[in-house]
Nanobody
């Protein structure tokens, strides 16, 4: 059974930083592309970033490019997202997900999420 457990969210002031982690189990983490997606209050699911399993190539949404950094540690079965220069519009529940190319993003297996609130 696929299990994804996010942690590291919290309340931070604009301009601040957070590091999110996602502990993965129940599948071969090292051969799966992984993503972070988020859902802001009253809005739909938004793709944030993906990291390729084969060459660790990374991809980012324009809204977070240059501020967020995705990484993975296959030895620890853990996915990370470093969030810098946070803005109020980054407030959302952040989910890690298996980036399965054969299905729509909304159906990607994901964890329960971790809340990030950016507010002064």
């Amino acid at each position: 059974e696929v299990q994804l457990v996010e942690s590291g969210g919290g309340l931070v002031q604009p301009g601040g930083s957070l590091t999110l982690s996602c502990a993965a189990s129940g599948f071969n983490f090292g051969v799966v592309d992984m993503s972070w997606v988020r859902q802001a209050p009253g809005k739909g699911l938004e793709w944030v970033s993906t990291i390729n399993w084969r060459d660790y190539h990374t991809y980012y949404a324009e809204a977070v490019k240059g501020r967020f950094t995705i990484s993975r540690d296959n030895a620890k079965n853990t996915l990370y997202l470093q969030l810098n220069s946070l803005k109020t519009e980054d407030t959302a529940i952040y989910y890690c997900a298996q980036a399965l190319p054969s299905i729509d993003m909304e159906r990607w297996p994901r964890g329960q999420g971790t809340q990030v609130t950016v507010s002064s």
